[in-house]
């Protein structure tokens, strides 16, 4: 497996729990990181969050409470196959 959760992922017969970080960045943009990120401050990019690992952007509307101000936010993410 080669994502960037790999190395944390917990794994069950049925299902697939990933651990991460997801912060927005100050110009709204959010991401999900493998281990918690912190601040930083560039004239050029403006404030934005990084990690030592890997990040990948999600969807902007989602967890609107998350902004640049707040903390960022630890998550477990479980994947489950659908059963038809």
Do not use: Q
Request: aromatic share 12%; hydrophobic share 35%; proline share 4%.
């Amino acid at each position: 497996m080669n994502n960037i959760f790999s190395k944390r992922a917990m794994r069950s017969n049925e299902h697939l729990t990933i651990t991460g970080w997801i912060a927005r960045d100050e110009d709204g943009d959010l991401y999900i990181y493998r281990s918690k990120p912190f601040r930083e401050v560039s004239s050029s990019a403006g404030g934005f969050w990084s990690a030592y690992g890997a990040s990948s952007a999600l969807d902007n509307a989602l967890f609107p409470s998350v902004t640049w101000k707040s903390e960022a936010l630890e998550v477990d993410i479980t994947i489950t196959p659908k059963h038809h």
